[in-house]
């Protein structure tokens, strides 16, 4: 980073500090996650996160950006995803319409010429005219090179995009410069920090994996998931959260078809929360199995060793609370 | 150090995580940016930037750990190292026999690593080479003057030349297992992965009738690299092409707004069929060993091609789809030899099987992939069926284990087939079942 210029990318200052600010905004940050953040910053490269659904992996790039105050730039990608959608597009109805304007006025110019190609001389020194940024709508790529501190280019789920997209991509990415052909090339003023993600739909080509940091998050272990939920939901009792963390983990491990990701942990708890739960019991569990499995086949999987897990989950509880408070119900 | 990275990224290389130039650069970079001192780190670091899936991170931290468990040897007495370089110099018989006597572990491994480098024990790359090396590396730490120093002491015939003796050799016995691990240490690093290739590459090119049971582990895990390579090879979104008929519907809707002047110009697109498969085995006795692997292929390839449908016959056909559902994939196997592979060979029953009960599956877009033989037992072939699949599919590809000097010898009625098929041709090793396979889902792209 050159220091004359001030950019929003300076609290970074290392992955101790990276961690700590991500922390302040409610993201529980890895080593792993933090390491490759400072190294996206330090090498000048976009991070390629792969991981399950609802894992954090979008929330990286918002909560970098909330904790940095820069904005975030998002390019949801799809099938059929284009140049037009995600870099810029001529504003055709507004050329069209001030065509329309101005054709008096143009034909008053061009009037006073006499023969064809005098006019077209006219014609053609107004044209660019029409093709300069004024005209010019910018999409999320084109957004995010233009700040004047940096942003936080989120490229979503790129995995759905089409390969054309992805080879386009490369330009933009290692070089931080978009092309238009009409105007020129335009290079960033601050490089975006640049978030990739994908949920592995297809596999990327190798170009962009060499142009990209890879990270993979996971499944959290338990004591990451705990202090996740508990800056989610701050309002979950200290027992409640382990038994619950405790019981979500030992359901991953069963054998079902979509294991729950954090967001479901989440969402969960705050089911348990709403129901006024203070401890895990298999009449909640098995009413709001819903939440955290989204297979009917899956909840017909746990369901049979529902009473099993709840006890196991409630029996990891630290505290040692286990048989005085909850009737054992299996 | 530099040295120490650019060995670690041949390293990588050698087990098939691929590194780029820049890469390189970039891994060099992040040294310079996070330092050596901080291994976890440094390894978290190196992973971000040269390993580019779950599969070859884990690849790498393996490789991380061996490699640079080593390198802490050389590096934390890196103060005295000109000091022992002196030693290493003039490494007589005395100054080994002085080291080793003097127990101290980190100045036998200094030595044992520099005597390492000097006898270019990173170019190591079968495991038959570790002794060789071993044997270099005591070589250059002097291990001759050893011995003749050893040799002098049993010829003196006194009881102090025996008790020098055997501490001699208990010497060297210590010295040569350290060696030992020492260059075995270096072949996990550089030439496990090597083998591994040189080995794939041997298996691929290997009649399947001759694999044993023993290999199964190999096999099945080169059969999951080739289905890799072919979903990554056929799971490219099929590009739509902006070309074709003008379709003027879409076209107007969306110009509407640009006062119908046709700015955006919309095409009818033709959308690409989805692969099918039905895959017809014939199990009995000698084909049945190929069955194994066009089967585990084709479960392997699930991501690209989600709709198959497998079939097992002899004397009857039938569906198997099921029990690689339920069981693991040897035990589906056992039971598909078991229900299906007793009765003599009938492709004309098989047929028909297939004609009354599973007709439905076979459309425009299905690939009917038949593997056998084509040895009737003399009954009647059914060509006539045979010609109604292959008008109803996409393609019908005939895939056999007899060469072409074998086909239509006794009751083989594959020359009466063959008219019918796209495509029949002989399998007998690996890279002939991924050619076919390539070939048939080349017709969807």
């Known amino acids: 980073m050159g220091s004359n210029v001030k950019t929003g990318y300076e609290p970074m200052t290392s992955i101790d500090a990276i961690t700590a600010g991500l922390g302040e905004v409610g993201y529980i940050s890895t080593r792993e996650i933090s390491t490759a953040v400072f190294l996206a910053l330090g090498l000048r490269k976009p991070i390629l996160i792969e991981g399950p659904a609802g894992v954090g992996k979008t929330d990286l790039a918002q909560s970098l950006s909330r904790w940095l105050d820069l904005p975030t730039l998002r390019l949801q990608c799809y099938e059929g995803l284009d140049e037009g959608k995600a870099l810029y597009e001529w504003k055709y109805g507004k050329q069209l319409l001030y065509t329309q304007i101005l054709k008096e006025k143009l034909s008053e110019l061009i009037g006073d010429a006499d023969n064809l190609s005098a006019s077209l001389g006219k014609l053609s020194s107004f044209e660019d005219l029409f093709f300069s940024e004024q005209f010019l709508e910018s999409r999320p790529l084109l957004t995010a090179m233009q700040q004047d501190r940096g942003s936080v280019l989120l490229i979503d789920e790129i995995d759905k995009s089409d390969e054309e997209f992805e080879a386009f991509l490369l330009e933009v990415l290692s070089d931080y410069q978009v092309t238009v052909p009409e105007i020129g090339t335009i290079t960033a003023k601050v490089p975006p920090l640049v978030i990739l993600t994908s949920n592995n739909v297809r596999e990327l080509g190798d170009a962009l994996k060499r142009r990209c940091l890879h990270l993979y998050i996971g499944f959290p272990d338990h004591e990451r998931e705990r202090a996740i939920v508990r800056a989610r939901v701050p309002d979950v009792e200290t027992q409640l959260l382990s038994q619950l963390v405790s019981f979500v983990q030992s359901v991953r491990d069963a054998d079902i078809k979509k294991r729950p990701s954090i967001s479901e942990t989440v969402d969960w708890a705050k089911t348990l929360l709403l129901l006024h739960a203070n401890a895990l019991d298999e009449k909640f569990v098995r009413e709001t199995l819903n939440v955290l499995l989204k297979h009917e086949s899956d909840i017909a999987t746990i369901k049979p060793k529902l009473g099993l897990m709840v006890r196991e989950a409630v029996g990891t509880d630290a505290k040692g609370r286990k048989a005085s408070g909850y009737p054992d119900i299996s | ?445």
């Not at chain 2, 310079?32 to 790498?60: F, I, Q, T, W």
């Not at chain 2, 501490?167 to 083998?195: C, H, N, P, W």
């Not at chain 2, 700015?263 to 190929?290: E, H, L, M, T």
Request: charged residues 25%.
């Open chain 2, 1 to 445: 150090m530099e040295r120490a990275l650019t060995n670690f990224i041949r390293a990588l290389r050698s087990s098939e995580v691929r590194v780029s130039t820049g890469e390189a650069l970039d891994a060099a970079r992040t040294v310079a940016l996070v330092g050596y001192g901080d291994r976890p780190l440094l390894k978290s670091s190196l992973a971000c930037v040269l390993a580019k899936s779950p599969d070859e991170k884990d690849v790498h931290d393996k490789l991380f750990d061996l490699f640079f468990a080593r390198q802490s040897h050389s590096s934390s007495s890196q103060t005295d190292d000109s000091n022992a370089e002196d030693k290493e110099s003039a490494a007589s018989a005395e100054s080994l026999v002085e080291l080793l006597e003097s127990g101290d572990d980190t100045a036998i491994a200094m030595a044992i690593e520099q005597a390492a480098e000097q006898s270019g024990l990173d170019d190591i790359r079968f495991s038959t080479q570790v002794a060789y090396y071993s044997q270099q590396i005591i070589k250059q730490m002097g291990g001759e003057g050893l011995q003749q120093k050893l040799l002098g002491a049993l010829q003196a015939h006194t009881p102090e030349g025996e008790a020098e003796a055997g501490k001699l050799i208990e010497m060297r016995r210590d010295l040569t297992m350290k060696a030992r691990e020492r260059a075995q240490q270096s072949f996990e690093v550089f030439g496990r992965g090597e083998t591994q290739q040189f080995r794939d590459e041997f298996a691929s090119t290997k009649p399947l009738s001759s694999f044993e049971m023993a290999d199964m582990d190999r096999m099945r895990a080169l059969i999951q690299k080739i289905a890799k390579r072919l979903a990554v090879k056929h799971s490219r979104r099929r590009s739509k092409r902006n070309r074709g008929q003008l379709d003027i519907r879409r076209t107007m809707r969306a110009n509407a707004g640009l006062d119908g002047v046709p700015f955006n110009v919309a095409w009818r697109q033709k959308k690409k069929d989805k692969p099918k498969i039905v895959a017809i085995c014939d199990v009995s006795g000698s084909v049945s060993r190929y069955v194994r692997f066009l089967l585990m292929l084709l479960n392997s390839l699930n991501d690209v091609v989600p709709d198959i449908h497998s079939f097992a016959f002899s004397a009857r056909l039938g569906p198997v789809d099921q029990w690689f559902d339920e069981m693991t994939f040897e035990k589906a196997m056992g039971k598909i030899i078991h229900e299906y592979g007793l009765g003599s060979t009938s492709y004309g029953q098989s047929f028909s099987d297939l004609h009354m009960n599973h007709m439905g599956l076979i459309d425009r877009r299905t690939t009917i992939i038949i593997l056998g033989d084509g040895r009737n037992n003399y009954g009647d072939p059914r060509t006539d069926l045979l010609q109604e699949f292959a008008a109803r599919a996409k393609q019908l590809v005939w895939l056999t284990p007899e060469g072409y000097s074998l086909w239509g010898t006794g009751d083989s009625e594959l020359p009466k087939y063959y008219p019918y098929c796209t495509q029949m041709s002989p399998v007998s090793t690996l890279r002939d079942l991924e050619r076919a396979v390539d070939v048939i889902l080349s017709a969807y792209a």
